[in-house]
């Protein structure tokens, strides 16, 4: 089989590679990065992080009793990811692209579940919806230091979530080691193009801060599917006393993100997938839209006389969103159905999380503690209309003339207004006894939502089906973790660990009432390696994952998509990652994955999780030539193989396994200056990626972009 192939492959790859770098009696390492000294929300050379900021703690990768990725700005740059969902497109066990190419939010599955509303700037949640997997906006890539995705329940750590993992976006901070500036530019075959910029600047021993700037518009595979927009972010840093630290973070985003159509299931296997993967079913006089995102955080740190420290971390944002795109329905003959949905949100977030952090030694035992209180203020106000009926495309012959809307046939209404309240208390003891490691956490939550959710649905002679859903709820949860771990002297650890969570939602189900809470509990064992003398980071685990009342969607007798919940969700899986900067200027990422997933109850009992695959598998290696005419010349290559999963959970429609090869080639002009050249789904495969209800999504096409650009 083709996964196991690669598996070998990138195994043997991974092996040979960190073997000849470590068998030789003299070999140049080059800068050895001492891991346990890395700032966990700075920079890193390479691939291989040693620390994340995600746990809180900034505990060494090495003594973290979970799996945690964490995707370096090099990388990212490397494989020119535009956005999360290509930056942790060589995550292991990470699928992306569930509705193929979507400015508008990142589509993740972790572990049988979609995180694209779990997402999290600066450790703090950032969503643009209540609902269950209702993706957050999608935020630009540029402005940010590095990816980082913690696997399994930490809602210890961040209370509500889902039991799969989460994701945190690290944003470009202001740096105290000197000035540097980057400007460039980025071009791509699909007539894509943007100019960006990064400036950090020390203005003395005390104050830094830093300006990183985006402007353009990525274009996907169908012209008429673009973005526009810019981001800029803002960063500074200010040393009030020798004991106290203060840091600034604001981004504002300005963009308008359409919304692909997706292929009407009705014509897959009727034309060949290139033809459908390329057409355009929309009409540009009912696509347009505006969104606007802005960030405001604050941090602040204290260190006290005896080393503790006080670490307070806040944000605001503040979301408006506004579009209008047409979905695809029906087929007969060639002839397309079509709906225009009319979206209007508006959502005001606010975000605190306080802890006192320190140490404490009982005989022979270091205890590292944390005692934190946070709390959240979600406000969202949400209007969908869908009109259905609108004048019709035939694929054989497409006319792309302006549109008038229908408003005079069925529609659905629904106007959403809610406020969530979170508020949560934790505590934790990180234990050190010699090689002996082990975590204990505990936390308890209260969730209190308000508002109420309306929909109307109107047939033409029929009149309207009105319903109203209280969301009232009030709802509490304790949530804990306890682990144990053994790490050796040559790099290598071992840990088990067990954690819950719990999470809500404050949206209606198909009874007609708000969904109940979620919960989950996981079960982990691992092993790592994170050697002092090779910049390398390697990690394996098993695990074993359950949920109880798993939101999914069902379709009402509207037509519309409506949330139901499965008794209970098991998957079980193995995980092996690695990542490594080596000799002679190889730099090698890849994992690989597999899920075994079951629901237990419910109409699709004994049934796999649906856009599950039991394999993954991802390998990318780059060489930079060192020495020689074709010196400063780095080629890189990678290979993303996804298995076969089903599209629903009812396991009625099953889609193939697919193998995308990506490539690149970049030349540094010895002057900070450097050209780069990538191509991703080098083939050009043209593949499913999920089904819908009515849609088919296929994957991104190939793309070749260039980037130009220069450091000092």
Same mark, same amino acid.
């Given at each position: 089989?083709?996964?196991?192939?690669?598996?070998?492959?990138?195994?043997?790859?991974?092996?040979?590679?960190?073997?000849?770098?470590?068998?030789?009696?003299?070999?140049?390492?080059?800068?050895?990065?001492?891991?346990?000294?890395?700032?966990?929300?700075?920079?890193?050379?390479?691939?291989?992080?040693?620390?994340?900021?995600?746990?809180?703690?900034?505990?060494?990768?090495?003594?973290?009793?979970?799996?945690?990725?964490?995707?370096?700005?090099?990388?990212?740059?490397?494989?020119?990811?535009?956005?999360?969902?290509?930056?942790?497109?060589?995550?292991?066990?990470?699928?992306?692209?569930?509705?193929?190419?979507?400015?508008?939010?990142?589509?993740?599955?972790?572990?049988?579940?979609?995180?694209?509303?779990?997402?999290?700037?600066?450790?703090?949640?950032?969503?643009?919806?209540?609902?269950?997997?209702?993706?957050?906006?999608?935020?630009?890539?540029?402005?940010?230091?590095?990816?980082?995705?913690?696997?399994?329940?930490?809602?210890?750590?961040?209370?509500?979530?889902?039991?799969?993992?989460?994701?945190?976006?690290?944003?470009?901070?202001?740096?105290?080691?000197?000035?540097?500036?980057?400007?460039?530019?980025?071009?791509?075959?699909?007539?894509?193009?943007?100019?960006?910029?990064?400036?950090?600047?020390?203005?003395?021993?005390?104050?830094?801060?830093?300006?990183?700037?985006?402007?353009?518009?990525?274009?996907?595979?169908?012209?008429?599917?673009?973005?526009?927009?810019?981001?800029?972010?803002?960063?500074?840093?200010?040393?009030?006393?020798?004991?106290?630290?203060?840091?600034?973070?604001?981004?504002?985003? @300005?963009?308008?993100?359409?919304?692909?159509?997706?292929?009407?299931?009705?014509?897959?296997?009727?034309?060949?997938?290139?033809?459908?993967?390329?057409?355009?079913?929309?009409?540009?006089?009912?696509?347009?839209?505006?969104?606007?995102?802005?960030?405001?955080?604050?941090?602040?740190?204290?260190?006290?006389?005896?080393?503790?420290?006080?670490?307070?971390?806040?944000?605001?944002?503040?979301?408006?969103?506004?579009?209008?795109?047409?979905?695809?329905?029906?087929?007969?003959?060639?002839?397309?159905?079509?709906?225009?949905?009319?979206?209007?949100?508006?959502?005001?977030?606010?975000?605190?999380?306080?802890?006192?952090?320190?140490?404490?030694?009982?005989?022979?035992?270091?205890?590292?503690?944390?005692?934190?209180?946070?709390?959240?203020?979600?406000?969202?106000?949400?209007?969908?209309?869908?009109?259905?009926?609108?004048?019709?495309?035939?694929?054989?012959?497409?006319?792309?003339?302006?549109?008038?809307?229908?408003?005079?046939?069925?529609?659905?209404?629904?106007?959403?207004?809610?406020?969530?309240?979170?508020?949560?208390?934790?505590?934790?003891?990180?234990?050190?006894?010699?090689?002996?490691?082990?975590?204990?956490?505990?936390?308890?939550?209260?969730?209190?939502?308000?508002?109420?959710?309306?929909?109307?649905?109107?047939?033409?002679?029929?009149?309207?089906?009105?319903?109203?859903?209280?969301?009232?709820?009030?709802?509490?949860?304790?949530?804990?973790?306890?682990?144990?771990?053994?790490?050796?002297?040559?790099?290598?650890?071992?840990?088990?660990?067990?954690?819950?969570?719990?999470?809500?939602?404050?949206?209606?189900?198909?009874?007609?009432?708000?969904?109940?809470?979620?919960?989950?509990?996981?079960?982990?064992?691992?092993?790592?390696?994170?050697?002092?003398?090779?910049?390398?980071?390697?990690?394996?685990?098993?695990?074993?994952?359950?949920?109880?009342?798993?939101?999914?969607?069902?379709?009402?007798?509207?037509?519309?998509?409506?949330? @139901?919940?499965?008794?209970?969700?098991?998957?079980?899986?193995?995980?092996?990652?690695?990542?490594?900067?080596?000799?002679?200027?190889?730099?090698?990422?890849?994992?690989?994955?597999?899920?075994?997933?079951?629901?237990?109850?419910?109409?699709?009992?004994?049934?796999?999780?649906?856009?599950?695959?039991?394999?993954?598998?991802?390998?990318?290696?780059?060489?930079?030539?060192?020495?020689?005419?074709?010196?400063?010349?780095?080629?890189?290559?990678?290979?993303?193989?996804?298995?076969?999963?089903?599209?629903?959970?009812?396991?009625?429609?099953?889609? @193939?396994?697919?193998?995308?090869?990506?490539?690149?080639?970049?030349?540094?002009?010895?002057?900070?200056?450097?050209?780069?050249?990538?191509?991703?789904?080098?083939?050009?495969?043209?593949?499913?990626?999920?089904?819908?209800?009515?849609?088919?999504?296929?994957?991104?096409?190939?793309?070749?972009?260039?980037?130009?650009?220069?450091?000092?």
């Amino acid at each position: 089989m083709k996964f196991t192939f690669f598996l070998m492959l990138g195994t043997s790859a991974l092996a040979l590679s960190a073997g000849v770098a470590t068998a030789q009696d003299a070999v140049d390492l080059g800068e050895i990065i001492i891991q346990s000294e890395e700032d966990p929300t700075g920079p890193v050379v390479g691939y291989a992080a040693g620390t994340t900021a995600s746990t809180k703690s900034g505990r060494s990768l090495l003594e973290t009793p979970s799996s945690v990725t964490v995707v370096t700005t090099d990388q990212i740059e490397d494989t020119a990811a535009n956005n999360l969902s290509e930056a942790l497109g060589y995550a292991a066990g990470v699928v992306t692209e569930a509705y193929g190419a979507d400015p508008r939010f990142d589509s993740i599955s972790v572990r049988g579940a979609d995180l694209q509303n779990q997402i999290y700037l600066n450790g703090l949640q950032f969503s643009r919806s209540t609902r269950p997997n209702y993706g957050a906006p999608s935020l630009d890539l540029y402005g940010m230091e590095r990816v980082e995705l913690l696997r399994g329940p930490n809602s210890v750590l961040y209370g509500a979530g889902s039991p799969a993992g989460l994701v945190n976006l690290i944003q470009k901070r202001a740096q105290s080691d000197g000035d540097t500036t980057e400007l460039g530019l980025h071009a791509d075959g699909n007539g894509s193009y943007y100019v960006f910029g990064d400036a950090n600047r020390v203005v003395d021993n005390r104050f830094a801060y830093r300006i990183v700037g985006k402007a353009g518009n990525r274009v996907l595979g169908i012209d008429e599917y673009d973005n526009p927009g810019a981001y800029l972010g803002f960063a500074a840093k200010y040393q009030a006393t020798d004991a106290t630290t203060v840091e600034f973070l604001l981004s504002y985003q @300005d963009d308008d993100p359409d919304s692909p159509s997706g292929v009407p299931n009705g014509l897959v296997g009727t034309r060949s997938d290139e033809d459908l993967r390329d057409f355009y079913f929309g009409n540009e006089a009912l696509e347009y839209g505006d969104r606007k995102v802005l960030n405001l955080g604050a941090q602040v740190t204290h260190t006290f006389d005896n080393g503790w420290r006080l670490v307070s971390n806040t944000g605001v944002t503040k979301f408006d969103w506004s579009y209008s795109n047409l979905s695809v329905g029906g087929v007969t003959g060639t002839d397309v159905a079509r709906t225009q949905l009319l979206q209007d949100e508006d959502v005001t977030s606010y975000a605190t999380d306080l802890r006192l952090e320190g140490s404490a030694l009982t005989g022979d035992v270091l205890h590292n503690l944390a005692f934190g209180i946070d709390a959240s203020r979600f406000e969202e106000t949400a209007l969908s209309v869908f009109y259905y009926g609108q004048d019709s495309i035939d694929f054989a012959a497409p006319d792309y003339s302006p549109i008038t809307p229908v408003r005079d046939g069925a529609s659905w209404y629904a106007n959403k207004n809610v406020t969530v309240e979170q508020v949560g208390i934790y505590a934790s003891d990180e234990i050190e006894y010699g090689h002996w490691r082990a975590g204990l956490a505990l936390r308890h939550d209260r969730n209190k939502s308000e508002g109420q959710s309306n929909t109307l649905y109107t047939v033409p002679g029929s009149g309207g089906t009105p319903g109203t859903v209280d969301l009232t709820r009030d709802d509490s949860a304790t949530t804990g973790q306890a682990s144990v771990g053994y790490v050796w002297d040559n790099g290598v650890s071992a840990y088990l660990s067990y954690g819950t969570s719990f999470q809500s939602f404050a949206e209606p189900g198909d009874t007609g009432t708000a969904l109940d809470p979620t919960t989950g509990e996981q079960w982990e064992v691992g092993a790592k390696y994170l050697p002092a003398t090779l910049d390398a980071y390697l990690s394996a685990s098993i695990y074993q994952l359950e949920e109880k009342n798993r939101p999914v969607y069902v379709q009402n007798g509207a037509g519309v998509r409506a949330y @139901d919940q499965v008794g209970k969700s098991r998957i079980r899986g193995i995980e092996l990652e690695g990542r490594a900067n080596l000799a002679d200027g190889w730099s090698v990422t890849g994992g690989y994955s597999y899920t075994d997933s079951e629901i237990i109850g419910g109409d699709n009992n004994g049934n796999e999780l649906g856009l599950t695959p039991k394999h993954t598998f991802k390998l990318w290696a780059s060489k930079e030539i060192q020495g020689g005419p074709l010196a400063g010349l780095t080629v890189g290559a990678g290979a993303r193989f996804i298995g076969e999963r089903y599209a629903f959970n009812a396991n009625a429609n099953q889609l @193939d396994s697919v193998t995308l090869l990506d490539a690149a080639v970049s030349y540094d002009f010895d002057d900070g200056t450097e050209l780069q050249v990538n191509v991703t789904n080098l083939t050009d495969e043209a593949y499913v990626s999920s089904v819908g209800y009515f849609s088919t999504y296929y994957g991104d096409g190939r793309t070749i972009s260039a980037t130009l650009s220069k450091k000092w």
